[in-house]
């Protein structure tokens, strides 16, 4: 009987802390939990209504990926802010995403188009390295909630570096848009 209730006390700590309550994510509600950057071609679509106009297979997009996690049921508004450094250059975008769930697995995604690459790659071939680092903070009613950086650095490493925008898109300014509606967080529209 002695040693059972001996086991009790020493395992229970261990039980309790195991089963421990729910937390935020570090740092509160929303916590980006990965940033991934692909090369990916124009996506083709088959239309019949006119004359088929083929893309050149050999451009690229960069597609840049956050996955995030939520804690609270459901948020209304999230701004998402891109910082992309691009041979040199930093790209700026964001893109606002409503009716935000709760879990670990939801994402937001934005894309710099062919043109936008060419022009900044200096007549260079474009490669994975030439996206040298990408940030991405996550802001609600004005103060940042979470933010991340693709490889190490300092946190807001691109504060004194002069951003260029117009040229990182949200997936509803892309061929991308009717693509994975499932995969992605619902865009607020423009009004």
């Known amino acids: 009987m002695k040693v059972n209730s001996l086991a009790l006390i020493v395992f229970t700590p261990l039980i309790t802390f195991a089963q421990g309550p729910a937390r935020a994510p570090a740092g509160g509600d929303f916590q980006i939990t990965k940033i991934s950057k692909n090369l990916i071609s124009t996506p083709q679509f088959a239309y019949a209504g006119a004359k088929q106009y083929p893309t050149d297979r050999r451009d690229r997009w960069l597609e840049v990926e956050v996955e995030f996690s939520a804690l609270p049921d459901l948020?209304?508004?999230l701004i998402f802010k891109y910082y992309i450094l691009f041979n040199g250059t930093l790209?700026?975008?964001d893109v606002t995403h409503v009716?935000?769930?709760a879990g670990r697995?939801?994402?937001s995604v934005m894309y710099v188009p062919p043109r936008a690459l060419d022009r900044f790659a200096n007549n260079r071939p474009i490669t994975e390295n030439s996206c040298q680092n990408?940030?991405?903070q996550i802001v609600?009613?004005?103060v940042v909630k979470a933010e991340a950086s693709l490889a190490r650095a300092q946190?807001?490493?691109f504060a004194n570096l002069h951003g260029t925008s117009g040229f990182v898109l949200n997936k509803d300014q892309t061929p991308?848009?009717?693509l994975f509606w499932d995969r992605y967080e619902q865009i607020k529209t423009a009004r």
Do not use: K, S
């Open 75 to 77: 948020t209304d508004e």
């Open 91 to 93: 790209l700026t975008g």
């Open 99 to 101: 009716n935000i769930p």
């Open 105 to 107: 697995e939801n994402r």
């Open 134 to 136: 990408v940030a991405v």
């Open 140 to 142: 609600q009613q004005g």
């Open 155 to 157: 946190p807001q490493w």
């Open 176 to 178: 991308f848009a009717p």
